[in-house]
């Protein structure tokens, strides 16, 4: 018998505006092993499958909601965890919840360039996320189904990520 290997099923793609970075500060005490950042979610634009194997001429259109927020803690100067929290409003009424896990990691000087809202030549950092989803409508409830991957891109106004299904 032999285990099947997962392929990746493009779902979604999405554009997070984000305000300016509050930063909280390092973090002290019990489980304390970095800086807390937290940078808020102002809107967006997402595109989304209806289902598996959809066409992408099928996908449906939405907004990223303001209110969520990315809630990083920042490891090192070459690593952040993230923890991204945000709702999309889908054309016809749907809501989606997001909670997306990311690592993000590059050379000290791009993550400091970053930092400071500089571009950064995207394939010269690794962003990786793992999102979940819950939904309110009943034709969406494949994505609380499956696991689901990303990548991703941080630009001074902005993240641009794509996620995809593993089928």
Same mark, same amino acid.
């Given at each position: 018998?032999?285990?099947? *290997?997962?392929?990746?099923?493009?779902?979604?793609?999405?554009? =997070?505006? =984000?305000?300016?970075? $509050?930063? $909280?500060?390092?973090?002290?005490?019990?489980?304390?092993?970095?800086?807390?950042?937290?940078?808020?979610?102002?809107? +967006? *634009?997402?595109? #989304?499958?209806?289902?598996?194997? &959809?066409?992408?001429?099928?996908?449906?259109?939405?907004?990223?909601?303001?209110? +969520?927020?990315?809630?990083?803690? $920042?490891?090192? @100067?070459?690593?952040?965890?993230?923890? /991204?929290?945000y709702v999309l409003a889908l054309a016809g009424?749907?809501?989606?919840?997001v909670h997306n896990r990311a690592l993000r990691?590059?050379?000290?000087?791009?993550?400091?360039?970053?930092?400071? +809202?500089? /571009?950064? @030549?995207?394939?010269?950092?690794?962003?990786?996320? =793992?999102?979940?989803?819950?939904? &309110?409508?009943? &034709? #969406? $409830?494949? #994505?609380?189904?499956?696991?689901?991957?990303?990548?991703?891109?941080?630009y001074p106004d902005r993240v641009e990520m794509?996620?995809?299904? #593993? +089928?």
């Amino acid at each position: 018998m032999t285990l099947p *290997t997962p392929t990746l099923e493009p779902v979604a793609e999405l554009t =997070v505006k =984000v305000a300016t970075p $509050v930063e $909280v500060g390092p973090i002290t005490g019990l489980n304390s092993r970095g800086r807390r950042r937290v940078i808020p979610i102002t809107g +967006g *634009t997402a595109r #989304l499958a209806p289902g598996p194997d &959809s066409a992408a001429g099928d996908w449906l259109a939405g907004e990223v909601l303001a209110g +969520g927020a990315d809630f990083q803690l $920042v490891v090192s @100067d070459t690593c952040a965890e993230l923890d /991204a929290r945000y709702v999309l409003a889908l054309a016809g009424g749907a809501r989606v919840y997001v909670h997306n896990r990311a690592l993000r990691r590059g050379s000290a000087a791009d993550i400091a360039r970053l930092v400071r +809202g500089e /571009a950064v @030549d995207p394939a010269a950092i690794y962003f990786r996320c =793992v999102p979940a989803f819950e939904v &309110s409508d009943p &034709s #969406l $409830v494949w #994505l609380t189904e499956s696991v689901f991957v990303g990548t991703g891109a941080r630009y001074p106004d902005r993240v641009e990520m794509r996620f995809f299904r #593993l +089928g």
